[in-house]
DNA sequence: CCTATCTTGTGAAGAATTTCACAAAGCAGG
DNA sequence: CCTGCTTTGTGAAATTCTTCACAAGATAGG
């Protein structure tokens, strides 16, 4: 199969979102045109990217929503809910712990682990927070297909080198470092303070 | 000036972090190539990237990393501290409220909003927090250049369109939405469903 | 001063991504 | 069934981004 950009895969989450607010609002049918305006792009990249996949449109009708999202949620591996752990107990993962929309959209946290003693033992809803020594144990016990790391930047490089040795293929990543995976993990990096510098440089050239 | 990509800027802040690692290590220079192997690309993307802005290095020797981080520091505006407000106070507001790495690198919060009564005239640390309808005043008093949006989805475009309204040119959105911001706004949005969603579609083809 | 060894800065080549533009397909109305 | 209007799917063109490759600057050692 052709490769698929990084980009393209983004922006089929955008248009998996659209078309969610599209059926929502009651749509039968969309046109790339108007997702593109909905989305920010332009309609020919809209078209583009899902000719990468398939064709799904009828010409001169558009695309059905529920045929499309249904579609994209194939593409995108979203028909199965994923077993996610999280990893660090701290402000961050409790945010991202009581965040509703990952279970909405299929990815289920399973298990939380942190390495301060007095956190782990205590109960996070219907989890308890276990030992990151654990993590070998819990990770097959419970079948975790991707982790959330929410450590401190010094303690992630080891964490992951953990999780990969107990076989997670899929991290998401919210430490400010740049880390190392073999071949065949997929890593995504999620960093604000980056996020605010290119926020800066936009500032401080206009 | 040329256009500068966002891939550029993005690994101008990454160059810089790896810079400020060197340096704590104690390292007087660096060579494109040792930044690459760090930073995870090709020492000609290192040296292209640089060479946007001017030539910084000595052939045969590589770069000083001090003066290398002051030019990136100056290239992103990095050498006044930013004033940031932060509109939500919910969990996710909270933490990135307690998250030290932002004042460490010059990114102040200065004033957080939130629409809840419960919530308005509590006090996080040194801040009380302010009714939404009191950012127009707050924002002028403080001088607020960059604010981060950690509301709901539904209420972003609201808030948004204020922030817009009261002069602000710089907008972080943590929100799931795609939002409007006329020419002339920086906007970034960090979307952490769409990053599982990457991940699930490297799960789901390999 | 001369030679050997680095490493930068940068045109030019190459690859990837986006945009253009149009034939083909579908519908509606007469 | 024909005409007019719409929108897809897609090669080809245009643009953007990355990699290559090498001349030229800089140092070190003799």
Redesign the interface.
Same mark, same amino acid.
């Given at each position: 199969m052709k490769k698929?950009s990084?980009s393209a %895969?983004?922006r089929? $989450?955008?248009y &998996?979102? /659209?078309l969610q607010e599209a059926d929502a609002a009651g749509a039968e049918t969309i046109s790339s045109g108007e997702l593109a305006d909905? !989305? +920010?792009t332009t309609s020919a990249q809209v078209r583009k990217d899902l000719s990468l996949f398939g064709s799904f449109g009828k010409r001169g009708l558009g695309y059905s929503v529920p045929e499309l999202l249904s579609r994209i949620r194939a593409? *995108? !591996? &979203?028909q199965t809910t994923?077993r %996610?752990a999280l990893v660090g107990a !701290?402000?961050?993962g $409790?945010?991202?712990f009581?965040?509703r929309?990952?279970e909405r959209? +299929?990815?289920h946290i399973r298990a939380v682990f942190d390495s301060d003693p007095r956190k782990v033992g205590t109960t996070w809803g219907r989890l308890t927070i276990r030992d990151d020594e654990e993590m070998e144990d819990v990770l097959r016990a419970e079948e975790i297909?991707?982790a959330i790391v929410a450590v401190p930047a010094d303690a992630a490089q080891q964490v992951v080198d953990r999780l990969v040795r107990c076989g997670v293929?899929?991290?998401?990543n919210f430490a400010?470092a740049?880390l190392r995976v073999p071949r065949?993990v997929?890593l995504?990096n %999620?960093d %604000?303070?980056?996020?605010?510098? !290119? /926020?800066?440089?936009? *500032?401080?050239?206009?």
């Open positions: 698929i990084e %895969v983004r089929l $989450s955008l &998996l979102r /659209l909905r !989305g +920010g593409i *995108l !591996g &979203l994923w %996610v !701290g402000k961050l $409790s945010a991202l009581s965040y929309d990952f959209r +299929g990815f297909d991707i293929r899929a991290i998401l400010p740049r065949g997929a995504k %999620v %604000v303070t980056l996020e605010l510098e !290119g /926020l800066s440089f936009a *500032l401080n050239k206009a």
